[in-house]
């Protein structure tokens, strides 16, 4: 059964519908891609499974049950802006967070020191919030959604503010909680976190669902129109290919656009007969593409 169910799930701001009938499933163990234009509804959605808002229509089921205040305990949401009190300090609030979803104060306590040292910072443990950087900020707020073992973990823009270490160090966070079971709604603007961590995915665009499913299926539902080439050697002709729409020169060889698959058989042929092919290969579309075809496609 879904960890995470919703069923045409709409939300309704006076005459502005914010959501309008999202429907997605998430399993236990998976890391899902809920992913948008600004103002699309990510946020709102969230919020709605959270529990904070309720949704005028539709149907939200944690592991086939209705919301109920028990399951707020199961849940942990790590908010895009910055959700803990600058003033407090890092062992009070993180600790208060966990006792306020179930947990003995002793479990708080010891969970607590266990991700400031997974995280490496143990003596983080009685520094203020304002006195740690916004990347370690943002590691608090993501202690802070975890602490209490959560079944069901929300992530709005987990990495942002964080260097490429720690980016690398959250990720690999996210992928152990997902492998102990952990099923994780997670929303991004950035495309490649996502093709590295989510199976599948929703675009939203201003409320409404525009792509769903396994990224690898969405992906062969779109054309193929990019071809990489490296040669030893440069090459001359490329752009006369019939099928080649543009040649761009890179760093090392060349990636072409084409307007047919067709283009491509002769790409390599041109190739072959000019000299030694090292690289050769049809692109498919990366996500970021694809997102901005899907998003760009429903604004026309
Ligand atoms: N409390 C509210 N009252 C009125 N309108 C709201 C409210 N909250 C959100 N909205 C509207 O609902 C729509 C969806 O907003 P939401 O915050 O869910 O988008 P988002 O996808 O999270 O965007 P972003 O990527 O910018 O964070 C927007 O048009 C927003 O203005």
């Given at each position: 059964?879904?960890?995470?169910?919703?069923?045409?799930?709409?939300?309704?701001?006076?005459?502005?519908?914010?959501?309008?009938?999202?429907?997605?499933?998430?399993?236990?163990?998976?890391?899902?891609?809920?992913?948008?234009?600004?103002?699309?509804?990510?946020?709102?959605?969230?919020?709605?499974?959270?529990?904070?808002?309720?949704?005028?229509?539709?149907?939200?089921?944690?592991?086939?049950?209705?919301?109920?205040?028990?399951?707020?305990?199961?849940?942990?949401?790590?908010?895009?802006?910055?959700?803990?009190?600058?003033?407090?300090?890092?062992?009070?609030?993180?600790?208060?967070?966990?006792?306020?979803?179930?947990?003995?104060?002793?479990?708080?306590?010891?969970?607590?020191?266990?991700?400031?040292?997974?995280?490496?910072?143990?003596?983080?443990?009685?520094?203020?919030?304002?006195?740690?950087?916004?990347?370690?900020?943002?590691?608090?707020?993501?202690?802070?959604?975890?602490?209490?073992?959560?079944?069901?973990?929300?992530?709005?823009?987990?990495?942002?503010?964080?260097?490429?270490?720690?980016?690398?160090?959250?990720?690999?966070?996210?992928?152990?909680?997902?492998?102990?079971?952990?099923?994780?709604?997670?929303?991004?603007?950035?495309?490649?976190?996502?093709?590295?961590?989510?199976?599948?995915?929703t675009i939203l665009d201003r409320s409404n669902t525009v792509v769903q499913g396994d990224i690898r299926e969405i992906k062969k539902g779109y054309p193929r129109e990019e071809v990489a080439l490296r040669t030893v050697g440069e090459l001359s002709g490329l752009d006369k290919i019939p099928g080649v729409s543009a040649v761009q020169k890179q760093e090392r060889g060349y990636l072409l656009s084409i307007s047919e698959i067709g283009a491509a058989q002769r790409i390599l042929q041109?190739?072959?007969?000019?000299?030694?092919?090292?690289?050769?290969?049809?692109?498919?579309?990366?996500?970021?593409?694809?997102?901005?075809?899907?998003?760009?496609?429903?604004?026309?």
């Amino acid at each position: 059964m879904e960890a995470l169910k919703l069923e045409q799930v709409v939300k309704q701001y006076g005459d502005k519908t914010a959501v309008n009938g999202i429907s997605l499933k998430v399993g236990p163990g998976e890391i899902y891609g809920l992913l948008g234009a600004n103002g699309a509804g990510k946020t709102t959605t969230m919020r709605m499974v959270l529990g904070l808002i309720y949704p005028d229509g539709g149907k939200i089921l944690y592991n086939g049950k209705p919301f109920s205040d028990e399951l707020q305990h199961m849940m942990g949401y790590l908010p895009e802006e910055r959700g803990l009190y600058p003033k407090v300090k890092v062992s009070d609030q993180i600790i208060y967070l966990a006792r306020l979803r179930g947990m003995s104060a002793g479990d708080a306590e010891k969970s607590l020191r266990f991700w400031l040292e997974r995280f490496d910072v143990p003596e983080y443990y009685n520094k203020k919030i304002e006195e740690l950087s916004k990347g370690n900020q943002q590691k608090m707020g993501f202690i802070a959604a975890v602490v209490h073992k959560p079944q069901i973990l929300i992530l709005d823009e987990a990495f942002s503010g964080l260097d490429p270490v720690n980016v690398e160090l959250l990720k690999d966070t996210v992928k152990e909680l997902r492998d102990q079971g952990t099923s994780i709604l997670f929303s991004t603007h950035r495309m490649e976190h996502v093709e590295e961590l989510c199976r599948n995915i929703t675009i939203l665009d201003r409320s409404n669902t525009v792509v769903q499913g396994d990224i690898r299926e969405i992906k062969k539902g779109y054309p193929r129109e990019e071809v990489a080439l490296r040669t030893v050697g440069e090459l001359s002709g490329l752009d006369k290919i019939p099928g080649v729409s543009a040649v761009q020169k890179q760093e090392r060889g060349y990636l072409l656009s084409i307007s047919e698959i067709g283009a491509a058989q002769r790409i390599l042929q041109h190739a072959m007969a000019a000299g030694e092919v090292e690289h050769f290969e049809i692109k498919e579309p990366t996500l970021n593409q694809i997102f901005i075809r899907a998003v760009g496609e429903s604004n026309e």
